[in-house]
């Protein structure tokens, strides 16, 4: 069950991503908030960004088991240790943003997914 908590509320992240990309005014959410509108080279970069949060919200119904491994699960709960200390790191990052709806968006988005990563994978 903390895996499909993990996985939705990580989806929620994925949707922001791909509406970043899109050129919506959400840059707000990311990076300090240094930028409301993505420039489109930096778009580009969140492209792949998007790719690997997908994979990650694969690798962790994989810990779950709520879909086949790819991976061995002694792999698959390294991929997913790596990904629960980036989320924890992530949201000490978000919660002293500059940016407000950084802060109180992210933050518990971030949060949340952490604890749901760490949960999973141990």
């Known amino acids: 069950m903390i895996a499909i ?3 939705s509320v990580f989806s929620i992240v994925i949707v922001l991503s791909f509406l ?3 050129g919506l ?3 707000e959410l990311t990076m300090g908030g240094q930028y409301k509108v993505f420039p489109k080279k930096l778009r580009i970069i969140l492209v ?3 790719i690997l949060q ?3 919200v694969v690798i962790i119904l994989q810990m779950g088991r709520f879909i086949p491994l790819w991976f061995s699960e002694s792999t698959t709960k390294i991929i997913c240790i790596v990904m629960a200390v980036y989320l924890s790191l992530n949201t000490v990052m978000n919660f002293i943003s500059k940016s407000r709806k950084e ?3 992210m933050t518990p988005l971030s949060a949340i997914t952490a604890v749901c990563f760490w949960m999973t994978a141990l």
Do not use: D, E, K, W
Request: proline share 6%; aromatic share 16%.
């Open 25 to 27: 005014p959400l840059g």
């Open 20 to 22: 970043i990309i899109c």
């Open 54 to 56: 997908i994979f990650f």
């Open 5 to 7: 908590i993990g996985a």
């Open 48 to 50: 792949s960004q998007l």
């Open 103 to 105: 802060r109180y968006i």
